[in-house]
């Protein structure tokens, strides 16, 4: 088609200023001049825009998001401008004629406006997904995540979502439901997944049933939250995916004054699932595993002493790190059977530190603890642990203390062998304070062990001491890199003559968490041993504050 035969179908003339060239241009083209009248367009614009004719008003021949666009006389200058005629997206583009009229280019953007809001709604999935993952994953509590995911469901993807648990082998599902207002509800239901289409298949981790094939009608009670106005119109179950196995299900609830759920929305609904499931199944393993440790960890921290046969008992232990409960010294007091017989106290120290050391000593503390009916012999109890522990997978060795205490009147009769051990020391409570005679090798390290014991004898208000090198090796004081040493600790512990138990040992710790300070240090234990009763030069004195009689 010519120019002059397309300017003749239209039965109209191009505008003396502008030429022919415009109306064979690859787009609707219309000239309007300022007072809003037609003075031409091309063949695209009469067919875009069939009222529209030269000499006639732009109102109701073209969409009036233009018409309010064209610049009036006395008005402004025209600006590019975009909006919807006959189901497509239009942008106008004016160009300034030299008369005054304006040239309005017309492109088709409906291809590009469609690209648009897509980018929009994806760039808005992506923003939700990313909100939910960091709000999913802020708690490690089960019953949390399960209302989050309830509440951002029901927020974000639908008109009510209920979030049903994995069985945990108890009676009933735990059932939360969630509405857009942010309420949240938990219970505990005991259901029957084949009552709702597609939930049995969920919760065993098959994939989703589409949302067409479910009946909303059929969904029992249970399944619909309090407070949900009207009924329920459209139904989404997809899984919740965990770690091997599923961590429930999440079922969507849209009302019937609602569209029903698409197929990207039931896609946004599976990928918002995907993280709520690894949220409540990384939240489940750490609940399970931080039941573990405390299991283990109950037989591994040092027990709480007491009297025991009239003899006192106190111990304080502080391990080498403040975020660590456990380590690798231990102390342990087996009571005897009666008050006539033997109890048997143990301290010990095994090389290294933190969790690995503390399950050596866990496992020491077991041995010695089924080798008790052998106390007697404190040669053939080390024997039998040293074998012990060289068939094991461990490369670690220990050092320990071995006390057998028996009251014998007012008086504490102690059997004490050291295995590599620092000597235990006797408060006496008059004199210097004493080390008792006993050494020997360490165990878990060579074939043969050996050892010699000291008998010793506690007068009232006397007290044996057992440490681990935690507190004769503490490097501090002044200059921070002096040990605190053995005279310093006799030195602390001859001012303990007539304390109790307990006061001994909270003074030591005391002194020698002053001397450190903050500085590095061992694993630190302390085992006191007090022949109760207030010593005659200390009630003749009046320097034994808080004694007591047995």
């Not at 179908?9 to 109306?23: E, K």
Request: hydrophobic share 45%; net charge negative; proline share 7%.
């Amino acid at each position: 088609m010519t120019i002059s035969q397309n300017a003749a179908l239209q039965g109209q003339a191009s505008p003396p200023s502008l030429g022919p060239a415009w109306l064979d241009a690859p787009c609707p083209v219309l000239v309007a001049d300022r007072s809003g009248v037609v003075r031409g367009l091309n063949a695209r614009a009469a067919a875009l825009f069939p009222r529209a004719r030269s000499g006639a008003g732009l109102e109701g021949a073209v969409p009036g998001w233009l018409t309010d666009a064209h610049p009036r006389d006395g008005g402004g200058g025209a600006q590019a401008v975009r909006g919807t005629h006959g189901g497509r997206t239009l942008s106008a583009h004016p160009t300034p004629g030299q008369d005054g009229d304006v040239v309005w280019w017309l492109l088709d953007d409906t291809e590009r406006a469609g690209a648009e809001a897509a980018l929009r709604e994806e760039r808005r999935r992506t923003a939700f997904l990313s909100n939910a993952s960091t709000a999913l994953l802020a708690s490690l509590n089960v019953d949390r995540c399960l209302e989050v995911a309830a509440r951002m469901a029901a927020s974000h993807l639908a008109d009510a979502a209920v979030v049903v648990a994995a069985p945990t082998g108890r009676r009933g599902h735990a059932v939360t439901h969630g509405l857009p207002s942010g309420e949240v509800t938990s219970t505990v239901v005991d259901l029957s997944p084949a009552d709702v289409p597609g939930l049995d298949e969920a919760l065993r981790g098959f994939p989703p049933v589409p949302s067409r094939w479910i009946d909303p009608s059929a969904l029992p009670a249970w399944a619909v939250p309090d407070g949900l106005p009207g009924p329920v119109g459209s139904v989404v179950v997809t899984p919740l995916p965990g770690h091997g196995v599923p961590a429930g299900a999440l079922i969507l609830l849209r009302r019937t004054d609602h569209a029903a759920f698409d197929e990207g929305e039931e896609i946004l609904a599976r990928l918002f699932a995907a993280r709520a499931g690894a949220a409540v199944s990384a939240a489940r393993l750490y609940a399970e595993q931080a039941g573990i440790t405390a299991t283990l960890m109950r037989e591994l921290l040092p027990p709480r002493l007491r009297r025991v046969n009239g003899v006192e008992f106190a111990g304080g232990y502080r391990p080498s790190r403040v975020t660590e409960r456990v380590g690798g010294d231990f102390y342990d007091v087996h009571p005897g059977a009666g008050d006539e017989q033997e109890s048997l106290a143990v301290l010990g120290d095994v090389c290294g530190k933190g969790l690995d050391a503390a399950v050596l000593t866990g496992k020491i503390r077991s041995t010695l603890h089924a080798l008790l009916p052998l106390a007697a012999d404190h040669g053939q109890v080390l024997k039998l642990l040293n074998g012990a522990l060289l068939t094991s997978h461990h490369a670690r060795f220990a050092t320990l203390v071995l006390a057998s205490v028996a009251r014998a009147g007012s008086r504490v009769r102690l059997r004490l062998t050291s295995a590599g051990h620092p000597a235990p020391l006797i408060v006496r409570d008059a004199g210097p304070v004493e080390a008792a005679e006993t050494g020997g090798t360490l165990v878990g390290a060579l074939p043969e062990v050996g050892a010699t014991t000291a008998t010793v004898e506690l007068a009232p208000g006397e007290t044996c001491l057992l440490y681990t090198d935690g507190i004769s090796e503490a490097r501090g004081g002044p200059l921070g890199n002096t040990e605190f040493g053995e005279e310093r600790l006799r030195a602390a512990l001859a001012g303990c003559a007539g304390m109790p138990a307990e006061a001994v040992v909270e003074r030591v710790q005391m002194l020698a968490s002053e001397w450190v300070g903050d500085g590095r240090h061992d694993d630190m234990a302390l085992l006191a041993i007090t022949a109760p009763g207030a010593p005659a030069s200390a009630a003749i004195s009046g320097r034994a504050p808080g004694r007591r009689t047995a």
